[in-house]
């Protein structure tokens, strides 16, 4: 089945200044590659997503880029502001499998 | 504004107790999940469906089990609460569709047993 690793599990940035994370996956039959944010006391929320046959997407700060061949995607902030402290998950789907498969998350925090 | 809804948010019961955690989407989706969430944010499917009368384990093992009358509920019991089910409990919901996998979580149940 798919295994997906994120890394980093924790992350430190000044406001202003960008966040990367990164995601491996295993399977290269995964084809749909979401990112969630989980705030304190929160259910995770979708933030932005990407189909294989797209290798960046952009929603304002937020960014994700796929590379098949590699099998890793990332997700960019830029410009991090205090509100973007959370828990972020990267997950990726098969397609015929029964759920996403997500990584471990990776809590961002961002020093005013 | 949430369209899945989890009750209650948060539990305190006793060793032993029976317990039902609810979860309901108005969303109309055929795919509902739980799972269950450590404190170190792993999250871990327990549960899911494909639609009414459906209802399949997770990767992780787990003494729940659900039910699936409705499209729309998709309720967790536990028969005899522990201290180990100690956790968060979140609840999803995704269309079945081509390409479209995404999940609509709800706020989750933080449940202690004591």
């Known amino acids: 089945g798919e295994n997906v690793e994120q890394h980093p599990s924790t992350l430190s940035v000044q406001e202003g200044d960008s966040a990367v994370i990164k995601c491996t996956y295993s399977?290269?039959?995964?084809?749909?590659f979401p990112w969630y944010k989980q705030e304190l006391g929160k259910g995770p929320q979708l933030i932005i997503d990407?189909?294989?046959?797209?290798g960046e997407k952009k929603d304002q700060r937020i960014a994700v880029t796929l590379n098949k061949t590699a099998k890793h995607f990332s997700l960019h902030i830029t410009e991090t502001q205090p509100e973007d402290s959370a828990v972020y998950f990267c997950a990726a789907h098969e397609g015929g499998r029964r759920a996403l498969t997500f990584g471990s998350g990776t809590r961002l925090q961002v020093q005013p | 504004e949430a369209d899945i809804y989890q009750t209650p948010r948060y539990l305190v019961i006793g060793t032993g107790k029976k317990i039902t955690l609810e979860c309901s989407q108005t969303m109309g989706h055929d795919k509902m999940y739980w799972y269950q969430q450590d404190p170190g944010m792993e999250l871990h499917l327990i549960h899911y469906?494909?639609?009414?009368?459906?209802?399949e384990k997770g990767d992780l093992s787990s003494e729940s089990t659900v039910s699936r009358i409705r499209t729309e509920h998709f309720p967790l019991t536990l028969e005899s609460a522990r201290p180990s089910h100690t956790s968060q409990y979140l609840c999803?919901?995704?269309?079945?569709?081509?390409?479209?996998?995404?999940?609509?979580f709800g706020s989750g149940t933080r449940l202690t047993v004591v």
């Open positions: 469906s494909y639609g009414v009368n459906s209802t």
């Open positions: 990407i189909r294989s046959n797209v």
């Open positions: 999803a919901s995704s269309e079945i569709g081509d390409g479209n996998y995404g999940y609509t």
């Open positions: 399977d290269s039959a995964s084809n749909y």
